[in-house]
């Protein structure tokens, strides 16, 4: 196997799943990272459905590289109940929600089959 050069990552997404009984805890963990990191990231739309390949609810958290660390870090240790999707964006989609990723807290199947199209 050729090793990926992690030059290939121009950014990361984190995404913060949710149902119906969390969805009060996500809005205040939502309003928490704005808060905190609203400089140097951006949030996303609150989705009270599954959007794209995301099985729950969820919001999504857009940072840059040298963000990583510090946003990722704060995630593990104030996520509460919340499960949390990382992966980087590398212009191929499907190996980076599938083989790049990270999880905080539990995982989830996700629906891969909406990325390879």
Known sequence: MT???AAAITSWHAHVYFD???RDEAWQLREEIASHF???LQVGRFHERPVGPHPL????LAFERPHFTQ???WLALNHGALDVF???NTG???RDHRDSALWIGHSHRLALHVLST
Do not use: C, F, N, R
């Open 20 to 22: 119906a009984a969390t």
């Open 71 to 73: 946003i990722v870090e």
């Open 92 to 94: 191929d989609a499907l």
């Open 38 to 40: 609203g400089d140097i």
């Open 57 to 60: 609810w969820s919001y999504q």
């Open 3 to 5: 090793p990926i050069d």
């Open 86 to 88: 990382v992966h980087p």
